[in-house]
């Protein structure tokens, strides 16, 4: 067992204050969803992604799904289906209409 002593008196941070992949986050977010059913909304926003998870390529996401303010550069990994809005704003590239209709089959409104 570890001393209190020991770990003050150490030069660097054990393991355990080391934070989790931000990679391994997503995908678990994404896994939970699926394993919900694929209800509601889906938010991936504000992650830092530079592109979308593969996992998501095939599945419909019954709400809205937000993957705004990343540093998205392609939208290749998009779900199949949106039943709800698409919003994809401030990114690094800025979508289209046109390129979002070209990957997913979204129901109501996108918003750029």
């Given amino acids: 067992m570890i001393k209190l002593k020991q770990l003050l008196l150490e030069n660097t941070a054990p393991d355990i204050f080391v934070p989790r992949r931000m990679e391994d986050r997503v995908e678990r977010m994404i896994k939970n969803y699926i394993r919900n059913g694929s209800k509601g909304d ?45 919003y994809c704003r401030n990114n690094t590239v800025q ?16 918003f750029l």
Avoid: M
């Fill in 95 to 110: 979508f289209t209409e046109q390129d979002v209709r070209a990957v997913c089959d979204v129901k109501e409104s996108i």
């Fill in 42 to 86: 889906l938010d991936l926003s504000r992650l830092k992604l530079t592109e979308l998870p593969e996992i998501l390529k095939d599945i419909t996401v019954g709400g809205n799904f937000y993957c705004y303010n990343n540093r998205l550069t392609s939208l290749e990994g998009s779900p199949k289906t949106v039943g709800g809005n698409f």
